[in-house]
């Protein structure tokens, strides 16, 4: 019996699965924009320095990550970006409240441990 390695098909699916669903949380944050002071600042950098944060940690990385670009790269400020929304945003909140944010983080945590996989531009340079 031949012996299968869906390693770098369950990596593509993590990849475009998580980063897909970030997009969902990112994308909204786009039109504040144009009021950026109504943005919260968990980290004391200011409303606008942190919402171009999250948008760089909801939106632009998980382009790349779909897409399979420098991935570890753009791992990192997606699982820094979960990491700030479960341990910062809802520090007080219950497990439950956490879970998404925990959630995201892991994913991403793995990507940057494993890279994209052979499924991405990143694979294609191998």
């Known amino acids: 019996m031949m012996k299968r390695n869906f390693t770098d098909l369950a990596l593509l699916i993590l990849r475009v699965g998580f980063g897909g669903f ?18 919260g600042d968990p980290i004391g950098v ?37 990491f700030v929304a479960a341990f910062v945003i809802h520090a007080k909140d219950d497990l439950a409240t956490k879970e998404h944010a925990l959630l995201f983080f892991i994913a991403f945590l793995v990507l940057f441990l494993t890279g994209a996989g052979k499924y991405s531009i990143d694979g294609m340079k191998k």
């Open 22 to 39: 970030m997009l969902t949380h990112g994308i909204p944050k786009l039109s504040m924009l144009s009021n950026p002071s109504d943005f």
């Open 46 to 82: 200011g409303p606008t320095i942190s919402l171009i944060l999250a948008l760089i940690g909801e939106v632009l990385a998980p382009v790349l990550l779909i897409i399979g670009f420098k991935t570890k790269w753009a791992a990192i400020p997606a699982f820094i970006t979960m």
